[in-house]
């Protein structure tokens, strides 16, 4: 059920704060397949609890992987105890994968991308589904590679959600095209599994571009740090077979979900820090630093975590964010507060997001009285004073976060439910207000 609007509030005066943030959807996921088909028990340190992690574990524990709560174990070198956002960890036991077993992807990208070619290797009947607009999202190159690579899929011939996976308890692997332009997770679900296959896997991408290449980066490396081979050139990808190790993984603080309070920063003409920013990291959200300079922030980078500082005025942003996709609806509420005009560009794949975001965003920022129109492959957005009114969100919760920015210096933004936040950030109503107004 959606939750009743909520009222964006104001900032009355320039934030300051101290954010901590829960973990990396991203790092999350991934670190919960990996561990989940490694050859022995591994634990998740901080992970992210969420709608979309949730899922995830829901999704392996009904192929037969142990997932339970334990008591936060420390982190050996990070600065300041565990994070007031942290919750317990998540220890995993990988089991023998089996059907017949459901899935219920929700409508995070993650689950439904990398979960099949884990499903592949079970013994069993898998169904996987979705919300209704998961089965709109990209999924027909990756059930296509699947069965090259030797999986049973029924899909009914419609290259998307709702399909059945018929494991056979293996999958044989070897040499795949596929064309990833309109998600890097389709690639990235291929090889997070591969060390499993038969043969490994050898990706090799045909077509547009390839987005979000930070997320192909932390695949990779979080790979390799399972102990897997991977070798990458440009747009191919080859996983060897063999062991994953059962491993600590400790999660870092999601920097995709740091963009909005930094970006209260810079509307605000204020100072948020985000305490356990890492030194280096493949997250996308890392570029915010490079993205909130150009804009005019002062970014600083020390023992705290990353801080931003605003400095009154800020300028829009011409910027291809082809790598960094998921920052975009942020990005795109600060350009509409801007004082010049911004172009986004190499973001045409966001159109298969949780929602059409390039349409989303346009049609709600000039429902706010705004001047957004859509590229081709993105985004222009003039600076225009705004007015109050209801920001409709598309069960998107990035929609939420850039509708709380807007609000931040428009009186009078009524958000439409809210609760979808839940998807990656599920207190962030209360964070918000937190850090509007600091105990
Ligand atoms: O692999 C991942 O964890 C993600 C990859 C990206 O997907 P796309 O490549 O579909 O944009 C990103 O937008 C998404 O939020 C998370
Ligand atoms: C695109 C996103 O999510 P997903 O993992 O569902 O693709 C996102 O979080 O911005």
Redesign the pocket.
């Known amino acids: 059920m959606p939750s009743p609007h909520w009222s964006a509030p104001v900032a009355h005066v320039p934030v300051d704060a101290t954010v901590p943030l829960p973990g990396s959807?991203?790092m999350t996921?991934r670190a919960l397949i990996l561990a989940a088909l490694a050859a022995a028990p591994g634990r998740l340190v901080r992970p992210l609890r969420s709608r979309?992690t949730d899922l995830m574990a829901a999704a392996l524990g009904a192929l037969g992987v142990g997932i339970t709560e334990e008591a936060p174990a420390a982190v050996a070198g990070a600065p300041g105890g565990p994070s007031p956002e942290a919750g317990a960890d998540w220890r995993v036991v990988p089991g023998e994968l089996r059907g017949p077993a459901t899935v219920d992807t929700g409508?995070?990208?993650?689950?439904?991308?990398f979960l099949p070619p884990v499903a592949a290797l079970a013994s069993g009947e898998v169904f996987v589904d979705g919300d209704p607009r998961a089965r709109e999202?990209p999924m027909g190159p990756i059930i296509a590679a699947l069965r090259a690579l030797g999986a049973g899929i029924d899909d009914g011939g419609r290259g998307a959600l709702p399909f059945t996976v018929h494991g056979t308890g293996s999958v044989n692997g070897g040499e795949v095209v596929i064309d990833a332009s309109g998600?890097s997770?389709l690639v990235s679900g291929l090889l997070l599994a591969a060390p499993r296959f038969d043969k490994g896997v050898e990706v090799r991408h045909e077509g547009p571009p390839v987005p979000s290449g930070a997320h192909l980066t932390m695949t990779v490396e979080m790979l390799r740090e399972a102990g897997a081979a991977v070798e990458t050139d440009e747009n191919a990808w080859r996983v060897a077979p063999g062991p994953l190790e059962g491993r600590d993984w400790v999660i870092e603080p999601d920097l995709?979900n740091a963009a909005q309070f930094l970006g209260a920063a810079l509307v605000t003409g204020g100072r948020v820090t985000v305490p356990d920013w890492p030194a280096e990291t493949a997250q996308p959200g890392d570029a915010l630093r490079g993205l909130l300079t150009e804009m005019g922030a002062e970014v600083t980078h020390g023992p705290d975590g990353l801080t931003v500082r605003g400095r009154g005025g800020f300028r829009g942003l011409r910027a291809d964010l082809r790598g960094v996709?998921?920052l975009t609806?942020v990005l795109a509420a600060l350009c509409a507060l801007a004082d010049s005009p911004s172009r986004l560009t190499g973001i045409a794949h966001?159109r298969g997001?949780?929602t059409d975001r390039l349409a989303a965003l346009v049609a709600e920022i000039n429902g706010l009285g705004g001047d957004a129109a859509e590229l081709p492959d993105g985004l222009e957005i003039r600076p225009r004073p705004l007015r109050g009114g209801v920001f409709h969100t598309y069960d998107?919760?990035?929609m939420v976060m850039a509708a709380a920015v807007l609000g931040l210096a428009v009186p009078g933004i009524e958000v439409e439910n809210p609760g979808t936040v839940g998807?990656?950030l599920p207190n962030f109503t209360r964070q918000w207000a937190s850090m509007l107004a600091p105990a």
């Not at 409508?107 to 991308?113: D, I, K, N, Q």
């Open positions: 959807k991203s996921n979309d409508l995070a990208g993650t689950v439904m991308r999202r998600s997770q995709s996709g998921e609806p966001l997001h949780e998107d919760h990035r998807k990656t």
